[in-house]
């Protein structure tokens, strides 16, 4: 079985961090998100990948090159969006007429994709959707469920939520050549929108995948900054399991500090309560941070003091800055954004 990584689109709600990286390649403690779904898919023994991709493709050619140990990748490219059908479409020649495994390239999960591949067999149906159980759905919809059948999309709903769990599209399917053959070539076409409400009208349901651990939304500022203290809650909560895999790259810390090795630190730097600090850094004498991320390759001044900031590649920070709710990204003014509050 292959498996279809929908990575296009220009991410414009993470601009201008995505002008010149890839939103696969956003790291999260230190690793790119697609790091995390190339080593989710080859857990499941899925080592062939096609990637569905339009923006800074180059920048993604260079960073799958880099692979070993068996796996291959394929480029489907779109000239311009294509939709998230669209782009499956445009890939059916790499996909051998065989089941596929699809990912939405801004998802970073837990969700063990051999389970989802087992529950598409046992439900025998053209398509599998994996939901995930929040207590709000209303940013992004609702699945109906009943049992192990998706029998519809709602909005959010009138009159409140019902008892019980409430799952949203999880961004993880497996498809059937019946259902992927479905979709009409060379038009841009929604896969929530269009492709699956014609197979539920078609077949009365498809079938739920029910997921309840670790699942990030990596489309915002605010939820790509969050994701990265959610994983290091989950590296104390489950330690170096598949997910955060065996690291021996950086030190954790229970504030929810991540402290990659390469980076270096001058005297009396505080780093105080959800600090991750990348890769060829470097913080300046006498600096404090709070609830940010120093990106690869960036230099913070001495005597800084940074609350809710995300410190792109490479910036560099003049020494004696007081800095809060910023993104700071080289040649680019500085953006707004308000991180969620909410400790972990």
């Known amino acids: 079985m292959k498996a279809l990584l929908l990575i296009g689109g220009m991410a414009t709600r993470l601009s201008p961090?995505?002008?010149?990286l890839p939103k696969s390649l956003?790291?999260?403690?230190?690793?790119?998100?697609?790091?995390?779904?190339?080593?989710q898919l080859a857990y499941a023994g899925i080592n062939e990948i096609v990637l569905a991709a339009g923006h800074l493709v180059d920048e993604l050619r260079e960073y799958t090159s880099h692979y070993s140990g068996g796996l291959t990748f394929h480029y489907s490219i779109e000239a311009e969006p294509m939709g998230t059908a669209g782009a499956i479409a445009q890939a059916r020649e790499y996909l051998d007429g065989d089941d596929v495994v699809v990912l939405n390239a801004d998802i970073l999960s837990s969700v063990k994709i051999a389970d989802v591949i087992k529950a598409h067999k046992d439900g025998g149906r053209p398509a599998t959707i994996t939901g995930f159980a929040v207590d709000d759905p209303s940013r992004y919809g609702l699945l109906r469920v009943e049992?192990?059948?998706?029998?519809?999309?709602?909005?959010?709903?009138?009159?409140?939520?019902?008892e019980g769990k409430h799952f949203i599209?999880?961004?993880?399917?497996v498809l059937s050549p019946e259902a992927y053959n479905e979709i009409p070539a060379g038009q841009k076409v929604s896969i929530e929108r269009q492709t699956f409400p014609m197979l539920i009208s078609q077949h009365q349901a498809?079938?739920?995948?029910?997921?309840?651990?670790?699942?990030?939304?990596?489309?915002?500022?605010?939820?790509y900054h969050q994701a990265n203290f959610i994983l290091l809650a989950h590296r104390y909560a489950a330690g170096e399991d598949w997910l955060w895999g065996d690291r021996d790259d950086c030190a954790v810390f229970k504030d929810l500090i991540y402290l990659s090795k390469s980076a270096r630190l001058g005297k009396d730097v505080d780093l105080f309560h959800r600090v991750a600090v990348m890769r060829d850094t470097v913080i300046g004498d006498g600096s404090r941070l709070r609830n940010s991320?120093?990106?690869?390759?960036?230099?913070v001044g001495a005597d800084c003091q940074l609350n809710d900031c995300i410190v792109g590649p490479?910036?560099?920070?003049?020494?004696r800055q007081k800095l809060s709710n910023l993104v700071l990204i080289n040649d680019e003014p500085n953006t707004a954004f308000y991180p969620h509050s909410t400790e972990m």
């Open 17 to 20: 961090l995505s002008k010149t």
């Open 26 to 39: 956003l790291p999260v403690c230190d690793r790119e998100i697609l790091h995390y779904q190339v080593m």
């Open 147 to 162: 049992d192990d059948k998706l029998t519809g999309f709602s909005e959010k709903p009138e009159g409140g939520l019902t």
């Open 169 to 173: 599209n999880a961004g993880v399917y």
């Open 206 to 223: 498809l079938t739920h995948y029910p997921h309840e651990g670790i699942w990030m939304d990596i489309g915002t500022f605010e939820s």
């Open 293 to 299: 991320l120093v990106m690869p390759g960036a230099i």
């Open 314 to 319: 490479g910036v560099e920070v003049d020494s």
